[in-house]
């Protein structure tokens, strides 16, 4: 009696092909995480910027009040600016700021603090000015400082 050989053709076939899919499948799932990851890190990026552009906005308001009156404010004085509609109320969109008192015998100047917040992210920024008694409502600029806790907050 004669053997026929037996022939394996494609035995090997099956598992080549599962593992290619596998590979294929883990390759576009760590693409997809990372994607997602840098996507995530650029949109907390931009929600930091415009939260640190609150905090600037809150500066200039306190600002401009000051070079109006420097007699603005006899002791802090602490106030809300909505950014958009109920923005404080939620924390999301709103600056708050602090005042210092205005003090004659005090060289520090005064100092405006102010927290400001866009969806999650937070941003505190404290600028110390002095009053020029030129009475044209000009202020010095002496320090800025970003800061987590910045005055009266």
Known sequence: MKKFPIKN???VSIPLV???GILLFLIVISIT????ARIYLSQVNIDSTQASEY???GVRDALEMLSRDNSFGTSTIKYNIDMKESGCLTKKYCAT???SPNNSSTTVGR???VIAYYKTA???LEVVVNYDNSGYGELNLISTEETL???GL
């Not at 995480?33 to 997602?36: D, G, K, R, V």
Request: glycine share 16%; proline share 4%; aromatic share 4%.
């Open 9 to 11: 053709t494609g035995a």
């Open 18 to 20: 599962m593992g290619i």
């Open 33 to 36: 995480s990372i994607e997602t």
């Open 55 to 57: 905090a600037k906005a």
């Open 97 to 99: 700021v602090s005042v």
């Open 111 to 113: 100092i405006i603090g």
């Open 122 to 124: 937070r941003r505190g």
């Open 149 to 151: 806790t910045p005055f």
